[in-house]
């Protein structure tokens, strides 16, 4: 999803976009730990579906990935396949030309235009994003429309109950009713290739399922 047809359960759709360079855990878990939470806010029971979108290249990050597409897309469908109500739409890495990074708001746009042609005229989006890249969504690409298209439900993994960070842009709505305060999550995708190259198999347990380190083993990555 999206694909060719649209499944009837889908109210909502949360998009989780990224690297995932490799995904760990904490990719995992918080997207479903931030369905759950819009499900309890509007009393819609399995209405809310995670797509994970991986980018071709963030705009926000110097450097391309290392793992190549076709090997972060089945890293991914490893970590996420045996979830409900879960999928990846590889359209940032199918639309790339070399080099091109992957800005959200055309992303946004070109799912809201499949929605309305397949039924889904009235499925919601939230962009779930963490507080770092809130606290920068005015300088991404037109963030008036991506707020617009796709309200983000942001993760505040250091902030006090629901309070937002200071540094949330002012301009760009209320931000208190968006954050999702996760607690601290001891896992990155840094941290992880930091953790291959060391050779730390503590910290990979942690972080890593086991067919995502069993893949990278295999493949050889991040050494």
């Not at 819009?38 to 995670?50: A, H, M, N, T």
């Not at 954050?179 to 990155?188: H, I, N, Q, R, Y």
Request: glycine share 8%; aromatic share 4%.
């Amino acid at each position: 999803m999206p694909g060719d047809r649209l499944d009837p359960s889908v109210r909502t759709l949360l998009l989780f976009g990224g690297s995932f360079d490799p995904p760990h855990k904490g990719h995992v878990n918080l997207p479903l730990l931030a369905a759950r939470h819009i499900e309890r806010l509007l009393d819609e029971e399995k209405g809310v579906w995670v797509l994970y979108i991986p980018a071709a290249r963030s705009p926000h990050k110097s450097s391309a990935p290392t793992a190549t597409d076709a090997q972060r897309l089945e890293m991914l469908n490893l970590a996420t396949s045996h979830l409900p109500r879960c999928a990846v739409w590889t359209d940032e890495i199918d639309r790339a030309t070399a080099g091109t990074p992957s800005f959200t708001v055309d992303t946004l746009r070109r799912l809201r235009e499949w929605l309305d042609g397949h039924g889904g005229e009235d499925v919601r989006l939230r962009l779930l994003i963490g507080a770092d890249q809130a606290a920068a969504l005015e300088r991404w690409r037109e963030p008036e429309a991506v707020v617009a298209l796709a309200d983000p439900l942001v993760m505040a993994r250091d902030a006090e109950g629901d309070s937002p960070p200071s540094q949330m842009p002012a301009g760009l709505g209320d931000w208190t009713r968006r954050m999702l305060p996760t607690g601290k999550l001891e896992a990155s995708s840094s941290r992880v290739r930091a953790a291959l190259a060391a050779g730390d198999a503590a910290s990979l347990k942690r972080m890593l399922d086991a067919p995502i380190a069993a893949f990278i083993e295999r493949e050889g990555l991040y050494r």
